[in-house]
């Protein structure tokens, strides 16, 4: 790192080299302003100055006039004035402008060195923090792009579960839009609303685990392939649980098909030890079921589809939980899926 250089305005010729001296002899690089037309020449030159040390009464500009022009266009530079005893309510305005410090003359070496010290240090710390916001800033930028990538990812995983079941597609794309309205509804911060978000998307991913057979068949199951059946909540927490930023959405994978009185599968859990998310991807997978065609049935109703969640509450579902969707007119599920219907058109 060079010497930092310091930009000296003073009008008395005699001053001004003593101040330069002292400076060069602290091993700064100094350039000399006999008045303010010259600093502002110098300022405008290109020539970066890390501290200006002005006189607060000189000729051209004042001081003031100086400060104000430096902290309109060289905001990182700081500014020491220096004064006599009579100018004391001037450096005062100065200070309340912007100014750093000033020095009241006569002053000592080691005052001057001192000031000086604490400017550049004062203007070290300003770089160093607006580099440290710039890199938090491109680094969350970064972020953003990954996290895009990673929903992208976990929107393709969604569309496998299509493929290995024709008649249940869009289901994961509806259950996203039915629990990101239902978490709003519910006050949820943005951040919990993602991950219930990825988890509506991935509930059903252990599926790709589970044969087609049993996936496709248009009948009831054997005792045998409805125990096969639900393993898919175990596969899919298998698949999801070393994933990192995965490791919430997988413990609501691995929960989404418990009940609210602990009648659920696979671990019998009940009431709270069932994640929120889970509780609330639960309903409105229940919810988007209900209202899809099926092999074995036709789809229902929104209102028969709020009927059965109804009369489900406190058994398989949360009451809470059925209170905030009751409280949502059937209009709002009706037009998410004709929304969610119409993008999966177009994306066909």
Known sequence: MGKQRILV???D???????????????????KAGDGRKALSALNSGEEFA????????????GLGLLEHIKANYPDTPVVLKTAASEVSLVHAAL????????????????LLLVVRRALEYRRLKLEKRELQCQIAARSEQLRVLERSYDMTLEALAGTLDWKAAHTQGHQHRVAAFSIALSRAMGLPGDQIKIVARGAFLHDIGKIAIPDAILRKPGALSKHELAL???????????????????????????????????????????????????????????????????????????????????????????????TFLSLSEAVWSDLRRQIGAHIHREG
Request: net charge negative; with cysteine.
């Open 9 to 11: 305005v003073e009008e």
């Open 13 to 31: 010729e005699t001053s001004l080299e003593h101040l330069v001296s002292t400076l060069n002899s602290a091993d700064y690089t100094c350039r």
């Open 51 to 62: 501290l200006v040390l002005s006189d607060v009464v000189i000729a051209g500009v004042d």
């Open 96 to 111: 309340w402008s912007g100014a750093y410090d000033y020095l009241l003359q006569p002053f000592e070496r080691e005052q």
């Open 229 to 323: 059946m639900r393993e898919y909540c175990r596969c899919g927490y298998q698949m999801l649980k070393e994933v990192p930023f995965l490791s919430e959405v997988a413990e609501i994978v691995h929960a989404h098909r418990e009940h609210h009185d602990g009648t659920g599968y696979p671990r019998g859990l009940r009431g709270e030890q069932i994640p929120l998310g889970a509780r609330l991807i639960g309903m409105t997978s229940a919810l988007e079921s209900i209202t899809s065609h099926h092999p074995y049935r036709a789809a229902e109703s929104i209102r028969i589809a709020r009927e059965k969640i109804e009369s489900s509450s406190g058994r398989q579902f949360d009451p809470e939980l059925v209170r």
